[in-house]
């Protein structure tokens, strides 16, 4: 009987060895010394059989487990050492330690989404700075020396008396583009806007939106309706009820808005449209002759539309988001979810 269990445990110890080679941090070294000299090791659970020993057999079993347990330590206080020390060399055949990589921010991803489904229209995708003069932002789009935009209580004014601001739309691009290129023209245009709004859940003093603007001969209301009706059912994958109402905007005329029935409650009344059961989504409208003159086209000769949307509202109500703060605290566990 004694010899079967010191053979057990002589077995155990030569397993402890074989495995301690391999390891190479500390945190697999942990695992062998729980498994080799912790509370509940095959050693101590051989322990539990000495008591049937008879006195002589007691004693030469003890100082054997001794033995081996000293043995099965000095293995591990050494392996200790050299792990720590970075002595042991990695095993290349060993399987990779597996990292996080990172996603894209919802809101790049719904920008990305956006802009593929206007290339299929045929759009072209544009940019201009953040930092703009007050003369694209605002009075090359018609917008009237007095109108309230231009105050500074809803623009970010970084040198007032050379009329350099952050742009509070995406519009200025449209100015930038037509100025360098003629007709026919077909863009949208992403980017960061910035307004002097306090964060709430619906208002962050940082947003994006995408503008969009096609010029052409003939360009009609109905296209701008077209277009905007394939974009809604491409971006929502939903069937969605479209109204395009009366608006009013300095750099198009007629001008519009446009509201879809509540992707949220289908229509039927909730807290994110306000019981009205449907959603502004969007303005647009047909691009006002001053805005031509004042990047030199004739506007006898071609008309277009041009609209702009809130990228955060869109990605809140396609993935139902309820404030739009999550897309800026940067918490990993909102932004894995995408
Ligand atoms: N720039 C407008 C805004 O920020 C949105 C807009 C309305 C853009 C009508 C357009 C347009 O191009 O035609 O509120």
Not at 39 to 49: A, E, G, P
Not at 87 to 99: A, V
Not at 127 to 145: C, H, K, Q, S
Not at 251 to 278: D, H, M, R
Request: contains cysteine; charged residues 30%.
């Amino acid at each position: 009987m004694v010899e079967e269990i010191i053979k057990k445990a002589e077995n155990f110890f030569e397993e402890g060895k074989k495995e301690i080679e391999n390891i190479t941090d500390e945190e697999l070294l942990e695992k062998w010394r729980i498994k080799f000299l912790g509370r509940k090791s095959f050693l101590n659970q051989l322990c539990t059989d000495i008591p049937n020993l008879s006195k002589e057999e007691k004693i030469i079993c003890g100082s054997k487990f001794n033995e081996l347990k000293k043995n099965l330590i000095k293995l591990y206080e050494d392996h200790k050492n050299k792990v720590r020390k970075r002595e042991i060399k990695y095993n290349l055949t060993f399987p990779g330690r597996r990292f996080f990589t990172g996603n894209l921010h919802p809101i790049t991803k719904v920008i990305d989404e956006i802009v593929d489904i206007f290339h299929r229209l045929g759009f072209g995708v544009a940019e201009g700075p953040e930092i703009e003069t007050d003369f694209y932002n605002f009075t090359a789009l018609n917008t009237p020396e007095e109108h309230p935009a231009r105050d500074i209580w809803d623009t970010f004014y970084i040198d007032k008396k050379n009329n350099i601001l952050l742009r509070t739309h995406t519009s200025p691009v449209q100015v930038r583009i037509m100025e360098k290129y003629l007709p026919p023209l077909r863009i949208i245009a992403p980017g960061k806007c910035f307004r002097r709004d306090s964060f709430d859940s619906s208002h962050s003093p940082m947003f994006h939106q995408i503008e969009g603007l096609m010029v052409d001969k003939n360009i009609k209301f109905t296209h701008l309706k077209g277009i905007l009706t394939y974009f809604i059912y491409e971006f929502f994958k939903k069937e969605v009820k479209l109204i395009f109402s009366p608006s009013y905007f300095p750099f198009t005329e007629p001008s519009a808005e446009l509201s879809i029935s509540c992707v949220i409650c289908s229509g039927k009344g909730c807290s994110t449209c306000g019981n009205t059961g449907f959603l502004e989504i969007l303005g647009c409208g047909i691009v006002h002759p001053n805005v031509f003159k004042n990047v030199g086209y004739e506007s006898s000769e071609f008309t277009g539309f041009a609209f702009g949307m809130g990228v955060e509202r869109l990605a809140m109500l396609k993935y139902g988001i309820d404030d739009i703060r999550h897309f800026f605290y940067n918490d990993i566990r909102f932004l894995n979810q995408f």
